[in-house]
Every structure is written in C-alpha cells, then in structure tokens.
C-alpha cells in the first residue's frame, strides 16, 4: 500500500539504557512492538501475555538484540497470575521502571442497545480493571524507581463511529483510571500516560481491508485510499510507531509529562 512506514524506521537508541521494561499484552503486532523497540532502546523486558510460544518467540527476539528478556505467561485478570508477574520481574531484574500495557480485547461490532450487559462487564475486566489491578500490584516498585506507566488506549475514545459503544465505555473508563493513577501516584514519583492509536497498519487490519475489498469487489489499495483520504499524513501508522510514543513517555525524556493521552493516529484525529 502507498505511505507506509517500513521495518528500517530507526530506533530510539539508548532512551531506556539501564531500564527494565514490563510489556503486558504480546502480540503479533503493537504488543511485539512494544516489547522490541523497548529492547532497541537499551531496556531488559519482562514479557506478559497467555500465549507462551508467542511469548518466547519475541523474547528471542529481545535476546538477539542484546537485551535480557523474562517470559512470564500471564492472565491478566487473575490476581495471582498477576503477582506471580510482578514476583518474578523484581526477583529476576531487582526493579521494573516502566510499565506497558496493551492487553485488551476487541468487543463486537454491534448497538450498545442490542449488547448483552454481562459481556460488557467480562470486557470491562480485561479492559479496564486489569490495567488497574496490574498498577496497583507494581506500584511500590514502581515507586522505588520514579517510573512511568503507559496504558494504550484507542482513537475510539475520539471518534462517533456506530457500533464501538461498548469499547467506547471500556476506553473511557480506562482513561479516567490514567487520569486518576496519575493524581495518586504522581506525589510518588510516578508517571502515568496513555496513547491513543487508530488503526494500526498490521496483519489485523490488514484482514479487514482485504475482507471490505472482498466484499466490494475492489483492490485493497482502493480501500486503503479511501480511509487513509480522511487522514492528514495519508497513511496509516505502524505498530513501531505507536511504540515509539509509549517508549518515550517511558523515557526520561517525558519526565515532565504525566496524566497525557497523546494520539498517534497519523492525523485522523486532532486532540
């Protein structure tokens, strides 16, 4: 597709020299990211996420950069896997100054008239209380530290697009909990940010436009054209770029920014 970013982007060498880095949420897509520009950036990672081949196979990757890496498979919303997590990296690396977090999952596309109100509190755990809970358990290492959270949030939060009620509610709320994390913790030391990204040019995104241009009986870069018409850099951002602005909100770089949602988005959104 026309306008988009590559693998060549450079790193942001040496911004987490010296850090431990705690990515939740390891995916194919921004997950890994998350983790392997954290590692090109100078940090040891701790890896979080249910899946553990996918989990070794980008902690191979962190290795193969120079870098420590931890594999902890995790359920973010039980709270004992969720110690065993934070147990683990700070008896392994002594300390975690930052936390990632990506692990969401996607509610149906569907009227918040018509959506079940049980499924909605099921998202809502892994969404929104999850995020708090992990917090709340890595908070005094946290504090030991002056580190920094980045929660990754969504362009939803933004938009009025139908049938994103539900993952409107969840991100919204996820938001408010930044906002508020930020106040408690920030006397601590501690900063708290978010990023807000839209679609991310990845192999998910990548199957729904395919599955519209199917559908239409049009070519991929039709429909690639036409959403990326309403976006200012004309273009779609990559999971590497939606992991540079976590990467520095977590850097000392941003050591003055705290209870921000920045957007990464490409120009889709103005906030």
């Given amino acids: 597709m026309s306008g988009?970013?590559?693998?060549?982007?450079?790193?942001?060498?040496?911004?987490?020299?010296g850090k431990v880095v705690l990515v939740c949420g390891i995916g194919p897509g921004l997950g890994r990211s998350l983790a392997v520009r954290?590692?090109?950036?100078?940090?040891?990672?701790?890896?979080?996420?249910?899946?553990?081949?996918?989990?070794?196979?980008v902690a191979d990757e962190v290795v193969?950069?120079?870098?420590s890496a931890l594999a902890v498979p995790t359920d973010v919303t039980d709270e004992s896997s969720v110690s065993n997590l934070v147990e683990r990296a700070t008896e392994t690396f002594g300390r975690v100054d930052a936390l990632l977090n990506s692990a969401f999952v996607q509610p149906p596309q569907e009227r918040l008239l018509d959506t079940d109100l049980d499924a909605i509190r099921r998202w809502n755990d892994i969404n929104v209380l999850a995020s708090v809970g992990l917090i709340q358990k890595l908070a005094p290492a946290l504090t030991e530290v002056s580190g920094a959270v980045v929660l990754i949030n969504s362009m939803v939060i933004r938009?009025?697009?139908?049938?994103?009620?539900?993952?409107?509610?969840?991100?919204?709320?996820l938001l408010a909990a930044a906002r508020s994390l930020s106040v408690e913790?920030?006397?601590l030391g501690v900063?708290?940010?978010?990023?807000?990204p839209g679609y991310i040019w990845a192999e998910k995104v990548r199957g729904h436009f395919r599955r519209l241009a199917?559908?239409?009986?049009?070519?991929?870069?039709?429909?690639?054209?036409?959403?990326?018409?309403?976006?200012?850099?004309?273009?779609?951002?990559?999971?590497?770029?939606?992991?540079?602005?976590?990467?520095?909100?977590?850097?000392?770089?941003?050591?003055?920014?705290?209870?921000?949602?920045?957007?990464?988005?490409?120009?889709?959104?103005?906030?």
């Avoid at 193969?64 to 870098?67: C, D, I, V």
């Avoid at 690639?224 to 976590?246: H, S």
């Fill in 38 to 57: 954290s590692a090109q950036a100078g940090a040891d990672v701790v890896l979080a996420a249910r899946t553990e081949p996918r989990l070794r196979e």
């Fill in 64 to 67: 193969a950069l120079g870098r």
């Fill in 191 to 196: 900063r708290v940010n978010s990023v807000a």
């Fill in 185 to 187: 913790l920030g006397p």
């Fill in 214 to 271: 199917d559908r239409r009986g049009v070519s991929e870069q039709q429909v690639y054209d036409e959403i990326t018409a309403k976006v200012d850099l004309r273009r779609l951002p990559t999971p590497d770029e939606i992991a540079d602005a976590a990467v520095f909100l977590a850097s000392d770089m941003a050591s003055g920014i705290t209870g921000q949602c920045l957007d990464v988005t490409c120009g889709e959104t103005h906030h």
């Fill in 4 to 17: 988009i970013g590559g693998t060549s982007r450079p790193a942001a060498a040496g911004l987490l020299t």
């Fill in 159 to 173: 938009n009025r697009l139908p049938g994103f009620g539900a993952y409107r509610m969840n991100k919204a709320a």
